[in-house]
C-alpha cells in the first residue's frame, strides 16, 4: 500500500451497490491467511459476510448502523481458540493455568485485530473503503448463534467494506507518538491542544461536541455508548471462560468440594460453610477465574437445592412407603 493511502485513509461509511467478485474474495481470503500471527499459532479466524439478511441483522443489532447494511461485504474477525484447545488437549499443556489462559485469550485477540487491520490495508488497496466496526461484541452471543461461531471464539472487531460513494476529509489526530520515553506533561499539553484545534473540524463544520465534551459524555453511566461497553464487558469475561483451557483450577475446588461434602449433606450447616469456604478462597487467589463467580454460585446454590428437594422428597416417600407396609404387616 503506498504512502498516500495510510495518510489519506479515513473511514468509508456511503457505498455503491457492487457485487464482491469471486477473484476478490479469493484475493482477500488470501490476505487474512497471510496475516501474522503470535508463535504461527493462527488463533484468529473470520467471516465474509456477503448474504443480505445477515448484514441486516449484524447492522441492525449494531446500533442500527445504515453502513454495515449498505456495504458490499462484512468480514467478522474473531479469536478462535477452537482450534489450539483441541490441539492442546493432546498435548497436555497447562490446562489449570490462569495466568496462561489469560495470555492465550489476549493473544488471539491481539491476532484477529492485527488480521483486520492488514485486510483493511488490503482492501484500500483493491480500491475499497473500509469502516472498522467494534461494537460485534456488545450483541456477541445473538453473532455466535447466527453465524455459527465457535464456543471458544469472541468477535473481536468487523469491517464494512465497500466500493466508496462518497469519502469524507481526513479527521484531526492528537500526536501520540512519543521518543524514546512517554511524557505525562506533554500528553496532558497534547490533549488540550487537540481539542483546541479539532473544534474548527468537530464543533463549527460537523456541529458536534468537541472532541474531550464527545468523550466525557460517552463515558457517562447511562449514555448507550457505556450500556454497550458494558454488554461488551460481560461477553468478553463469559468467552474469556470459554475460550480458556478446560476446567479451571475453581470448577476443580467446587468439584471436589461437591463430592467430599456428599455424605456430610445430611449436616447442611456443614455443608454450607465449606461452599462458604471454597467461594472465600476462590475469589482471593483465582481473581482471573472470577469473571464468572455469580454465575457458579447460582448454579452451585440450585445444585444444592434441587439436591435437597429431591432428597427430603425420596425420603419422606421411602417412610411413607415403609409406614403403610408396616402397616399391612401388624393388622
Ligand atoms: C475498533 C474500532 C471500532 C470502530 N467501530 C466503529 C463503528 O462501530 N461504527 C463506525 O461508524 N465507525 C467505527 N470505527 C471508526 C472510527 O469511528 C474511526 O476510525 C474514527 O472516528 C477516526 O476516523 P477515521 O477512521 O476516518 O480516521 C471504529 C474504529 C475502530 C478502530
Known amino acids: 500500500m503506498s504512502i498516500n493511502n495510510f495518510l489519506e485513509r479515513t473511514s468509508v461509511r456511503s457505498f455503491k451497490k457492487h457485487k464482491v467478485s469471486k477473484k476478490d474474495i479469493d484475493t482477500i481470503t488470501k490476505v487474512i491467511n497471510n496475516s501474522p500471527t503470535s508463535?504461527?499459532?493462527?488463533?484468529?479466524?473470520?467471516?465474509?459476510?456477503?448474504?443480505?439478511?445477515?448484514?441486516?441483522?449484524?447492522?441492525?443489532?449494531?446500533?442500527?448502523?445504515?453502513?454495515?447494511?449498505?456495504?458490499?461485504?462484512?468480514?467478522?474477525?474473531?479469536?478462535?481458540?477452537?482450534?489450539s484447545k483441541t490441539i492442546?488437549?493432546?498435548?497436555?499443556?497447562?490446562?489449570?493455568?490462569?495466568?496462561?489462559?489469560?495470555?492465550?485469550?489476549?493473544r488471539s485477540v491481539?491476532?484477529?485485530?492485527?488480521?483486520a487491520t492488514y485486510t483493511q490495508d488490503a482492501l484500500i488497496e483493491m480500491g475499497y473503503g473500509v469502516t472498522m466496526v467494534g461494537g460485534v461484541y456488545a450483541f456477541g452471543h445473538a453473532l455466535d448463534k447466527k453465524l455459527n461461531l465457535p464456543e471458544e471464539s469472541m468477535a473481536v472487531v468487523g469491517l464494512s467494506v465497500g466500493k466508496p460513494k462518497t469519502i469524507e476529509a481526513v479527521k484531526p489526530k492528537m500526536n501520540k507518538v512519543f521518543i524514546n520515553k512517554f511524557d505525562k506533561m506533554e500528553n496532558k499539553k497534547r490533549i488540550t491542544q487537540y481539542n483546541e484545534a479539532s473544534k474548527k473540524y468537530f464543533v463549527?463544520?460537523?456541529?458536534?461536541?468537541?472532541?474531550?465534551?464527545?468523550m466525557k459524555k460517552a463515558s457517562t453511566k447511562d449514555s448507550g455508548m457505556a450500556q454497550a461497553f458494558k454488554k461488551g464487558?460481560?461477553?468478553?469475561?463469559?468467552?474469556?471462560?470459554?475460550?480458556?483451557?478446560?476446567?479451571?483450577?475453581?470448577?476443580?475446588?467446587?468439584?471436589i468440594s461437591w463430592v467430599t461434602n456428599v455424605p456430610s449433606y445430611c449436616s447442611s450447616e456443614v455443608n454450607?460453610?465449606?461452599?462458604?469456604?471454597?467461594?472465600?478462597?476462590?475469589?482471593?487467589?483465582?481473581?482471573?477465574?472470577?469473571?464468572?463467580?455469580?454465575?457458579?454460585?447460582?448454579?452451585?446454590f440450585l445444585f444444592n437445592l434441587a439436591y435437597w428437594t429431591i432428597f427430603s422428597?425420596?425420603?419422606d416417600v421411602i417412610i411413607f412407603i415403609l409406614y403403610r407396609h408396616t402397616k399391612k404387616r401388624t393388622y
Open 313 to 315: 422428597f425420596c425420603k
Open 88 to 106: 492442546a488437549k493432546k498435548l497436555k499443556t497447562p490446562e489449570d493455568d490462569q495466568n496462561y489462559k489469560t495470555n492465550e485469550v489476549m
Open 39 to 83: 508463535t504461527n499459532a493462527q488463533q484468529f479466524s473470520a467471516v465474509i459476510v456477503l448474504d443480505d439478511k445477515l448484514k441486516d441483522f449484524i447492522g441492525t443489532n449494531n446500533w442500527n448502523q445504515q453502513h454495515i447494511k449498505d456495504s458490499n461485504m462484512f468480514i467478522l474477525f474473531i479469536a478462535d481458540r477452537s482450534r
Open 233 to 255: 464487558g460481560q461477553y468478553i469475561a463469559d468467552k474469556a471462560k470459554k475460550m480458556g483451557w478446560g476446567v479451571t483450577v475453581l470448577e476443580i475446588f467446587l468439584m
Open 110 to 115: 491481539v491476532d484477529a485485530t492485527i488480521a
Open 272 to 300: 454450607t460453610s465449606i461452599t462458604k469456604l471454597f467461594f472465600l478462597a476462590s475469589s482471593t487467589r483465582w481473581k482471573p477465574s472470577t469473571m464468572n463467580i455469580e454465575n457458579l454460585s447460582l448454579y452451585f
Open 204 to 214: 463549527d463544520e460537523r456541529k458536534r461536541d468537541d472532541w474531550l465534551t464527545g
